[in-house]
T-cell receptor, first 111, second 115 residues
Framework: RKEVEQDPGPFNVPEGATVAFNCTYS??????FFWYRQDCRKEPKLLMS???SGNEDGRFTAQLNRASQYISLLIRDSKLSDSATYLC????????????FGSGTRLQVQP | EPEVTQTPSHQVTQMGQEVILRCVPI?????FYWYRQILGQKVEFLVS????????KSEIFDDQFSVERPDGSNFTLKIRSTKLEDSAMYFC?????????????FGQGTRLTVV
């Protein structure tokens, strides 16, 4: 089983659509969870951390289910500028800051 | 806004040669990392560095790799004898002293091409 598994996409959606990405992770010792965004040939940038209680940042909502080892990201009212690859990222274990990345889900928002 | 800077942006080297990739982390950060991304693949952890020593490394980070913080600002990754499969984008990252969920800031990367 892959350490962090994501649907590679691409997800092609029209502007204004709502889109959801899912991710599963295998390391039950992981303590920290994130969604990063990566534009083509650029560095990953933090989109948001993910907490068990769920968290929202503007149009973005992230959820974590520790029991199922499942993470989700919901993007509402998609913008053209949201087109990117979304990386599900988890810490490598308790007390460990290094990160394990998923392969990413590509989103293309179309006019 | 403070940022992680990496040099060079692109390096081409011959197989078997040594390369040094350079990074200047954000100045008040304490944790430093190297990751790599082979074209079309996921970002992979190589090594983390704290308090002037390696705190964690992956199975990729074998004896061909080494890291150093030669002064108060630079953080380097050395590959002793490059192989074709070392061709990748190498990202340096740094993070502050906070908890595990503290954001890691990534540099723009060095694209290494081994020919």
């Amino acid at each position: 089983r892959k350490e962090v598994e994501q649907d590679p996409g691409p997800f092609n959606v029209p502007e204004g659509a709502t889109v959801a990405f899912n991710c599963t992770y295998s390391n039950s010792a992981s303590q920290s969870f994130f969604w990063y965004r990566q534009d083509c040939r650029k560095e990953p940038k933090l989109l948001m951390s993910v907490y068990s209680s769920g968290n929202e940042d503007g149009r973005f909502t992230a959820q974590l289910n520790r029991a199922s080892q499942y993470i989700s990201l919901l993007i509402r009212d998609s913008k053209l500028s949201d087109s990117a690859t979304y990386l599900c990222v988890v810490s490598r274990g308790t007390g460990r800051r290094a990160l394990t990345f998923g392969s990413g889900t590509r989103l293309q928002v179309q006019p | 806004e403070p940022e992680v800077t990496q040099t060079p942006s692109h390096q081409v080297t011959q197989m078997g040669q040594e390369v040094i990739l350079r990074c200047v982390p954000i100045s008040n950060h304490l944790y430093f990392y190297w990751y790599r991304q082979i074209l079309g693949q996921k970002v992979e952890f190589l090594v983390s560095f704290y308090n002037n020593e390696i705190s964690e490394k992956s199975e990729i980070f074998d004896d061909q790799f080494s890291v150093e913080r030669p002064d108060g600002s630079n953080f380097t990754l050395k590959i002793r004898s490059t192989k074709l499969e070392d061709s990748a984008m190498y990202f340096c990252a740094s993070s502050d002293w906070g908890g595990e969920d503290t954001e890691a800031f990534f540099g723009q990367g060095t694209r290494l091409t081994v020919v």
